[in-house]
């Protein structure tokens, strides 16, 4: 327990362990050192840091198990890194964001207390490539002080991989539902895209083989002439790209297809006001930060019946709710949507917008998370 002349609410500092390229980390830790807190984000050397990284939070290089020939060797030159690095922070917590790799590290650190943030993939995919994923995935669930995963079927999942039950919690990412509103339509960003006069569907996941990009493609080959289907290119598998674009030569829809470099994250809500749909249609999924945010936008969403997606369009619209890999679904689904009245359009807009402000605003959640970063620190001896 804290001495009585620590005071229980002086600031935290903290450790992460992340994609220092994500903007779902930047906006992790990022809150955290706007509210006063010390961030310092632990990157492997040799990972390039793209501009976008807060300047807020600080970088911490350690040597990474990988970056050696032989591996037994590698696990412990990285763990004596992880450990002089650590020991220079003096962190209360250290929080690994995404389990396979990140959680490793964590673990591999020897520092408690430790989080882990599951994000879905990493424990849905990634922990049944091999029993050895799967075992490296249960020892650092074991041993994490705490666990959050952001859907009651993913807390669920990383329980049933290893994890402590009673370490384990809901929370969310979060959205800052004061940017992420609904507003009128972007005529500029509209212009400068080439998209007058067209029904927008925005594909905001990365382009990847996960995110089943080519079904969307192939929904688009099927709807209206006036539909155009809007992705970006940010961390994009250019192998993937490539197939997509090639899907959709071959269907005859390039001329409807728009791939923009990088969507600058302050302009985000400019591209779901965009949007006549929202399309979210992975095949393994968590809680989708982009249909929480297109939701606080009110606009439409057209998702893959997931039981993470399901906990928050089940009740709101599962109509848009379809199939793994149903292009035939997912047209009809947008056809829906389409058809809608405006009152019926604006209902559904409101209940969502107002479901994400009582689950998933930011604030709300980052300060749940913070009194359990407080409470792993009072229990330190």
Known sequence: MPSLAEPTDRPLRLAFLGDANSIHVHRWAGWFADNGHTVSLLVPEGFDIRPGLPASIQ?????????GRFRPYGY?????SLRRVIAGLRPDVVHAHY?????WHAWMSGFHPYAITVWGS???ISLRRSRR??????VAL?????VTGDSASLVADVIAAGARPERTHLAQFGVDTKRFCPGPDPVELRARLGLEGRRVLFAPRLIRPLYRHGVAVEALASLPADYALLMGKYQV?????AAV?????????SDKIRVVPSIDHAEMPDFYRLAAAVLTIPMSDATPVSLLEALACERPVVATDLPSVREWLGDLDAGSLVPVDDARATAGAISRVAARSAEEQSEIGRRGREIVQTRAGQDSNMAAVEAMYRELRARRP
């Open 59 to 67: 970088v911490e290089r350690f040597r990474p198990y990988y970056r």
């Open 76 to 80: 412990v030159a990285e763990q004596r």
């Open 99 to 103: 389990l396979t790799e990140y959680g």
């Open 122 to 124: 990493d424990v849905t």
């Open 133 to 138: 994923t799967a075992m490296y995935g249960r």
């Open 142 to 146: 074991r041993g994490a002080d705490l």
């Open 237 to 241: 598998d250019e192998e993937e790209l």
């Open 245 to 253: 674009l090639a899907r959709a030569e071959a269907l005859g829809v």
